[in-house]
């Protein structure tokens, strides 16, 4: 059976100071470092004067696009909404359901379905896509559960990448009974 020991802990090497004794070698190697990282990178410009404006973002983006453009690099995604398009405006009487236009999303990136509900019964909204611009043949795009409509409100579905079809529109369905009054708008807005 091995017999055990105890070893001390072995001296310090640097003395122990307190930390306010050196406070004026840690700013100088602060300094120092500072100095070279402003070397390599400078300091950010501070924001222009009329900032949270729009206008220097957007000339600092063209700037930046011109400087791309001279390397030989094109922007060619701007990310821009297309302006608002109704695809179904209606005055619904009857049950049923109902099929949109279609809206070209052949270059988008985003969509935005709203829905304004003014007629007095509640309708559902599923949306569909086609490889054609047309209502024949297009497939439901599964979004998971939407709720309903309700009279007199909104609601809106947001379609991203992984939902792209080129061309794309809704399925809308009224319930018992027959709406009396009021119409159905839906609009929607491509994100190219």
């Known amino acids: 059976m091995a017999e055990s020991k105890l070893y001390p802990p072995p001296r310090p090497t640097t003395p122990r100071l307190a930390p306010w004794e050196h406070v004026e070698e840690l700013v100088q190697r602060l300094d120092r470092l ?21 206008e220097p973002i957007i000339s600092k983006l063209d700037e930046i696009k011109n400087q791309l453009a001279e ?15 109704v695809i179904y405006r209606e005055a619904i009487r009857t049950i049923g359901t ?5 809206v070209n999303w052949k270059k988008g990136k985003r969509l935005i379905l709203k829905v ?11 949306p569909i896509g086609n ?5 024949d043949g297009a497939v439901d795009i599964s979004v998971g559960p939407l709720p309903p ?11 991203a990448w992984d939902d792209w079809h080129p ?20 609009e929607a807005v491509v994100q190219e």
């Open 34 to 54: 500072i100095a070279l990282l402003e070397g390599v990178a400078p300091a950010p410009p501070a924001p222009p004067p009329e900032w949270p404006g729009w």
């Open 71 to 85: 390397l030989g690099i094109t922007v060619t995604t701007t990310w821009e909404a297309k302006e608002p398009e």
């Open 98 to 102: 109902f099929h949109s236009e279609m």
């Open 116 to 126: 304004k509900n003014t007629l007095d019964q509640q309708v559902t909204i599923q």
């Open 131 to 135: 490889i054609r611009h047309a209502t």
């Open 149 to 159: 409509c309700a009279p007199g409100g909104y609601i809106s579905v947001g379609l």
């Open 167 to 186: 061309f794309v529109g809704c399925d809308i369905t009224t319930v018992a009974p027959a709406p009396t009054s009021g119409m159905l708008m839906v």
